[in-house]
């Protein structure tokens, strides 16, 4: 069936470094996709969003890529830090529809 | 303060009881959105609310009534809870079917 995943459950970076969070998708109707982060106890945080007629979106120390040929998304952090440790979702959103599917998530662990 | 808020934010109940999670917001936001959190699984919707009085299936919505009889209201009622439901309920709303502003989620177990 169509779904959204991550290609990594888990992810483990020292602090300073460059972090690439993936997520695949299969819908290729989707033209909507929004990256999340989820702190310990706390709902969900948008962090950065992109439309199907984009290829990159850049925010504060984020990039969200969208390669529509192979339906993947990755989320890149730089200079990632301690505050970043965080479970990170992607989500896709179907044209005219407002079901919007998550991943399951991969956990961001940032070491000192 | 402004926001999105759900109560209570911890439950304990029995199997075959009803159990009702509220969902406030302040935004006057048209959607509104109860998903379900289990580890394995990410989040899953479960009802979703396009403006007061319209409410829609989503992907897991056995189980489960809501309502809409106010813009800023949403709550989620589990009319004979089962263990399968002990889960993380989120609540969520938007202005459209862009980004979410989610609650800071309702940890329901059902014993």
């Known amino acids: 069936g169509e779904s959204v995943g991550l290609h990594l459950p888990t992810l483990s970076v020292q602090e300073g470094d460059n972090s690439i969070i993936n997520c695949a998708y299969s819908n290729s109707a989707s033209d909507y996709f929004i990256w999340y982060k989820q702190e310990s106890g706390k709902g969900p945080q948008f962090i950065i969003d992109?439309?199907?007629?984009?290829d990159k979106r850049q925010g504060q120390r984020v990039t969200v890529l969208l390669n529509k040929t192979v339906k993947h998304l990755s989320l890149q952090i730089a200079a990632t830090q301690p505050g970043d440790s965080a479970v990170y979702f992607c989500a896709e959103n179907h044209l005219f529809n407002n079901d919007m599917r998550f991943g399951a998530g991969t956990r961001l662990t940032v070491k000192p | 303060d402004a926001g999105i808020t759900q109560s209570p934010r911890y439950k304990i109940t029995e199997t075959g009881r009803q159990v009702t999670l509220m969902c406030h917001q302040t935004?006057?936001?048209?959607?509104m959105f109860w998903y379900r959190q289990d580890l394995g699984h990410g989040l899953r919707l479960i009802y979703y609310s396009a403006a007061a009085d319209i409410t829609d299936k989503g992907e897991v919505p056995d189980g489960y009534v809501v309502s809409r009889s106010k813009t800023e209201n949403f709550p989620l009622t589990l009319e004979s809870a089962t263990r399968s439901q002990t889960s993380v309920y989120f609540c969520?709303?938007?202005?459209?079917?862009?980004?979410?502003?989610f609650g800071e989620g309702s940890r329901l177990t059902v014993l």
């Open positions: 992109i439309r199907s007629n984009m």
């Open positions: 935004w006057s936001h048209s959607y």
């Open positions: 969520a709303s938007s202005w459209n079917t862009g980004e979410l502003f």
